[in-house]
């Protein structure tokens, strides 16, 4: 279930979301790896997911025919940005549809 933002940290490690101010949504726990990054990580995901839904919409990757020659930097840079596009939207389904 996705729980929308915003977010933020209560005690370094404490997740919670503007709807509730006493019931942590997530606890990044202190024996993780940079534990406080984690949660700012996670704590900042509505954000970034609103930034790549806009990016995605605004500046959508051209798709209908190839650009410049094969194996040119054209070509190359427009794949490469079909590939980006594309990992943004299985990232967002998955937020999305769980």
Not at 11 to 16: C, E, L, M, P
Not at 26 to 36: A, I, L, N
Request: hydrophobic share 40%; with cysteine; net charge negative.
């Amino acid at each position: 279930m996705f729980i929308p933002g915003p977010y933020h940290i209560k005690h370094k490690r404490k997740i919670y979301c503007q709807q509730s101010e006493t019931m942590a949504i997530g606890v990044v726990e202190q024996h993780w790896p940079d534990s406080e990054d984690t949660a700012k990580l996670f704590a900042a995901a509505p954000d970034m997911l609103e930034a790549l839904l806009f990016y995605i919409n605004e500046f959508p990757a051209f798709r209908s025919k190839p650009v410049g020659a094969p194996n040119s930097d054209a070509r190359k840079a427009q794949e490469n940005l079909i590939e980006a596009e594309d990992k943004a939207l299985a990232a967002i389904s998955k937020v999305k549809e769980g």
